[in-house]
């Protein structure tokens, strides 16, 4: 399993950031039984400004956003692994032969100021981001009602599997 992770800004995590990476990837591939455990994940730790000029330039929104999403599976239906070929070059690393997962991006502005907001811990929010974006990348979304309901479902599910709690 392979994590690149990159912070544009100053900040310091209090915590370890690639063990988190790690125990969210793994908890979320084995709750949706992908069939593929080596993975690569990029992760950016960015600002709202940066975050909202790529918000910009690949949804055509012009602001600031939580976290981003950039899958690199366009999956028929979420979770579905069926087009994925083992080895295929379209979507295992030719060096490491891992899975790519896609790409996530994160506002550290946004996840403080939405810590605060909901009241629970910066480590907490940053877990949320990150697995509500592995999810995406595994086909997920929340355009509606049921989607949305179901996603949430998995995200809690994931969380408090490995105790990450509102009160932590």
Do not use: C
Request: no cysteine; hydrophobic share 40%.
């Amino acid at each position: 399993m392979t994590f690149y992770v990159e912070n544009e800004t100053e900040e310091q995590f209090e915590f370890n950031i690639e063990e988190l990476i790690k125990s969210l990837t793994l908890k979320v591939l084995e709750s949706e039984s992908v069939p593929f455990k080596d993975v690569t994940l990029n992760v950016t730790f960015t600002d709202d400004e940066s975050i909202r000029e790529i918000n910009r330039d690949f949804r055509e929104i012009d602001k600031a956003t939580d976290v981003l999403s950039f899958p690199a599976i366009d999956f028929p239906s979420a979770g579905d692994f069926s087009l994925v070929e083992e080895g295929s070059a379209d979507y295992f690393d030719p060096d490491t032969k891992e899975l790519i997962l896609g790409d996530i991006m994160i506002s550290l502005e946004r996840a403080h100021a939405q810590a605060e907001e909901y009241g629970h811990s910066f480590k907490r929010e940053i877990a949320f981001l990150i697995t509500h974006s592995l999810l995406h990348l595994i086909g997920y979304d929340h355009m509606t009602d049921e989607e949305r309901r179901v996603m949430e479902g998995k995200q809690e599910a994931v969380l408090q599997a490995l105790n990450i709690t509102r009160e932590n």
